[in-house]
């Protein structure tokens, strides 16, 4: 069998390049002078751009929106599985936390990084405490309904609403831990991705 011919190594890994194999383009210095490098490096170059590329000049308006809207919905899907099942399942905080994160990711143009981390950890506690209060006052309105009082409104003063959140996670502590795993999700979830070192 027949040996490939090396023609040349590449700059940026030192690996050998056979011949038909190399990958080569002007190098910043000048137009004459040329950079030759293997196609794995090539490949990883590529890679490293488009990574960088996901966390620039993110869509923060669209984020945003995007983010409460999938925290609205979160909040109403949490809502309903616990009046229906009477109970909590952590699998669906990971859900909330993973449609929070890859609704703002989608809402700024793709992009991933830091503030579209605090924007996805934001609109995950939205959801929380927006499902807390929900899921409080549904319970609060059949106790008081069972007891002959007259039903409540949704909307409440602010303070009342804070109220029947603080006691809900009061009465039932193990909800903050479904809070951290969905503030986790969304955290991990839109985070930067890390670019493979050329010649790794």
Known sequence: ?????VVTNCIRCGAAIPEGRAISFPDKGGQAARVTICPTCASTSLIARGV???TEDPNLVGALAFGLGAATLSALLWYGIVVLT???LGIVAIAVGWLVAQAVMRGAGSKRGPRLQALSVACTLVAMALSEYVIVHYFTAQSMAQRGYGSIPLLLPVETMVLFVVEGLKGDPLTLLFWGIAVWQAFTLSAARRAPQAGA
């Open 86 to 88: 009477n109970y909590q």
């Open 1 to 5: 069998m027949e040996r490939e011919r």
């Open 52 to 54: 960088k590329a996901e």
